[in-house]
């Protein structure tokens, strides 16, 4: 245990993804396809985090990355140089591209179709992600703990959908939200505190 007894993680989403490539009318599999070259690529040059959270992350004891490459590259970017855990309980949750949609559309338009299907499914009563989405991000939530008792802040370089998982799965277990900074933007970051006895 650190010699605080204060904990303290803060999940930052990634910065803005240097695949900007335009993919024109497109289908379902093309979504697909875009989707993996944007799991491919790094993040843009001018994309540069804020200040607070440079200072934060050079003062954390413990930084933790996705091994996605844009999560990889932020990771650079917040401190270039420095050890970094790095795993796959991290990477992004890829939300269900609707199979009932027969039309080509401009990407935009399937980012919407997408979230709505995603939000339609939580109102309709059912879960936010698949049960094996959900056991990756409480497998991930108990290793982050773990690390935690002995690096008393931890920054950890995720990805948005998924961070919404990780950050339910931490209050279930006892941690507090702090006030998001940045919102869902890329670069935000969202904190979570707990105080031993």
């Not at 009932?100 to 299907?117: D, G, K, S, T, Y």
Request: aromatic share 8%; hydrophobic share 45%.
């Amino acid at each position: 245990m650190t010699q605080s007894n204060r904990r303290r993680i803060v999940l930052v989403r990634h910065g803005h993804s240097a695949h900007t490539t335009n993919a024109g009318w497109i289908d379902g599999a093309g979504v697909h396809r875009w989707r993996e070259a944007y799991d491919a690529a790094g993040i843009l040059a001018n994309s540069v985090p804020p200040p607070a959270l440079i200072a934060l992350t050079a003062s954390a004891d413990c930084v933790v990355s996705s091994d996605l490459t844009r999560a990889l590259a932020s990771a650079d970017r917040l401190a270039p140089g420095r050890e970094r855990l790095v795993s796959p309980l991290l990477r992004e949750m890829h939300l269900h591209v609707p199979g009932w949609v027969r039309a080509r559309w401009p990407l935009p338009v399937w980012e919407v179709c997408i979230h709505l299907h995603w939000l339609g499914q939580q109102f309709g009563g059912s879960a936010i992600a698949s049960t094996e989405e959900l056991q990756r991000a409480a497998t991930a939530v108990d290793w982050l703990e773990e690390r935690s008792r002995e690096a008393a802040t931890m920054v950890v370089i995720t990805h948005g959908a998924f961070r919404r998982l990780l950050g339910r799965r931490f209050v279930e277990t006892g941690w507090t939200a702090e006030p998001r900074v940045g919102g869902y933007s890329n670069w935000s970051a969202w904190g979570y505190a707990r105080r031993e006895a």
